[in-house]
């Protein structure tokens, strides 16, 4: 596993690398030389630049301690819509949201990629939103987590529908009638 200094500085590198070029010219090659380390420090941590690439966006989601954070205001409504809202910003901002397709289309054909996706961010994100509707008393509250989240990805997934305040606001008032907190 690479040094918090080294992952920090090649994160930076190819953040900065796919944000001139497409995707398609990412190489370890060229992250290895904009970041000034050698392709043995790559590869030691990272298996291909799909993972690199997943590693630094989701260092980007994650606190400081390395937690997925769920806002905790007291207010479950507002709560849930900022959370919602900071999704929809993340996968429809032109820079992030383009480097997650492409991350999300490696996954389908990576199950290397798709476990670390799984169990780093997937797994924790739906549990700390169940956390936090738990604490609010939410019963079932992985499956209503799951209910939050889903149909947020599959609008981003396929493209059916455009995002916006209003169906945040919405989506989210759906999911706590759901849940019989409304």
Known sequence: MARPRTRRIVHEAVLAIVAERPMAALTMEGIA???????????????????????????????????????????????????????????????????????????LGDEALAAQHRELLLRPQLAAIADRLARAGVTD??????????????????RTRRFDEAWVAAHVGRVLRAVALA
């Open 33 to 107: 030389a904009r970041a000034s380390v050698s392709k043995q420090t790559l590869y030691r941590t990272w298996p291909s630049t799909s993972a690199i690439l997943f590693d630094a966006l989701l260092a980007r989601s994650l606190d400081e301690s390395g937690a997925v954070v769920v806002p905790d205001s007291g207010d479950l409504a507002a709560d849930l819509r900022l959370l919602i809202a900071g999704m929809v910003g993340e996968l429809t901002d032109p820079v992030h949201g383009a480097l997650l397709r492409a991350v999300t289309a490696d996954i």
């Open 141 to 158: 509250a992985e499956d209503a987590a799951e209910l939050l989240v889903g149909p947020v990805l599959h609008r981003w997934l396929l």
